[in-house]
């Protein structure tokens, strides 16, 4: 059994919760305000906004030494819609990597909306969580997480695809924003 | 009618032009050789690979005056699968708009495989092709072709967000390439 350390409150948080706990796997939920509760969990989610993670590795980073951290954000800048705050070579979830060198960073979850994840499909199709990261057995941990917990999973490759990631969910966010798209749909993928 | 001409040979340029047969538009096929075949179609859609569009460009761009154009383009380091070949805060889209100011220039089809166009459906859903662009009407005029011919359209806005289609596009097709998802499958949106 893996426990799964999931940081926020809001509405992914409590999505990537019930994927944990469907797949028997162990849970433990820590709110952003909880600065007394320790991160114990083999994985670390920061199921927090994007804004809000240097926060939560500033109080919290010594606690994710040699832990699997995985990165959901997808950072808009949520005032215009049309650009992403990182820079153009970069990620979210490089930056973080920087800031956990005793992490293996992982990103997960930024292409699949709260309701898909919960109702576990995208419209006729299972949902599928693409996971990008450098280390293949911190990938396999949270993979058998996710399968366990009645998800598709696809690696797709290191922590480099991250950026085509969070520009893939940039686009499902504005088109979501738009109304082009249902919240509870979007991408799925054909395996 | 719209009559779209459709440069290349390849198999994409085989599916779109079954997509523009379909809908009963009128289509005039101009194989990358046929140097004395001037384009004459309303939309033209450049359905050669990412580097030889700036020789397509260079013997026929005054053709296009006036046009709308179509870049379909990933524009992929084929050797590495690992990075596109355009800066990272630019597209191939908007280098193409550059070259060819009199055009209205349009990204689109760069994230459904020939496969799926061909098809009309990835898995269980209809396939849906992504159009961005600055230009409504030229936008319009695609968008009416490609669901006269069986598909859904989503116009995701400026050609700005051709960018993240091209990171979507890349993602796809390395994807497909390390046998991950099918050539015939791949990304499907749920609307």
Same mark, same amino acid.
């Given at each position: 059994?893996?426990?799964?350390?999931?940081?926020?409150?809001?509405?992914?948080?409590?999505?990537?919760?019930?994927?944990?706990?469907?797949?028997?796997?162990?849970?433990?939920?820590?709110?952003?305000?909880?600065?007394?509760?320790?991160?114990?969990?083999?994985?670390?989610?920061?199921?927090?906004?994007?804004?809000?993670?240097?926060?939560?590795?500033?109080?919290?980073?010594?606690?994710?030494?040699?832990?699997?951290?995985?990165?959901?954000?997808?950072?808009?800048?949520?005032?215009?819609?049309?650009?992403?705050?990182?820079?153009?070579?970069?990620?979210?979830?490089?930056?973080?990597?920087?800031?956990?060198?005793?992490?293996?960073?992982?990103?997960?979850?930024?292409?699949?909306?709260?309701?898909?994840?919960?109702?576990?499909?995208?419209?006729?199709?299972?949902?599928?969580?693409?996971?990008? +990261?450098?280390?293949? +057995?911190?990938?396999?941990?949270?993979?058998?997480?996710?399968?366990?917990? +009645?998800?598709?999973? =696809?690696?797709? +490759?290191?922590?480099?695809?991250?950026?085509?990631?969070?520009?893939?969910?940039?686009?499902? =966010?504005?088109?979501?924003?738009?109304?082009?798209?249902?919240?509870?749909?979007?991408?799925?993928?054909?395996?």
């Amino acid at each position: 059994m893996t426990t799964v350390t999931v940081i926020g409150t809001g509405n992914m948080a409590q999505a990537i919760s019930s994927v944990v706990s469907k797949g028997g796997n162990s849970l433990e939920l820590i709110g952003e305000d909880d600065k007394d509760k320790r991160a114990t969990g083999d994985i670390v989610v920061l199921a927090v906004p994007y804004p809000a993670v240097s926060d939560v590795i500033a109080a919290r980073g010594d606690q994710f030494a040699g832990k699997v951290v995985v990165d959901i954000t997808n950072p808009l800048n949520f005032e215009t819609f049309d650009s992403l705050t990182v820079a153009p070579d970069s990620s979210a979830a490089a930056e973080i990597a920087v800031a956990l060198p005793e992490s293996h960073v992982l990103k997960a979850f930024n292409t699949t909306f709260a309701g898909t994840l919960s109702a576990g499909t995208v419209g006729p199709l299972t949902t599928t969580v693409l996971i990008a +990261g450098d280390d293949s +057995g911190a990938k396999s941990l949270l993979a058998d997480v996710v399968t366990a917990g +009645g998800l598709k999973v =696809i690696d797709v +490759g290191t922590l480099k695809r991250a950026r085509e990631m969070e520009a893939m969910g940039f686009l499902q =966010i504005s088109l979501a924003a738009q109304e082009k798209i249902p919240w509870t749909g979007g991408f799925g993928i054909v395996t």
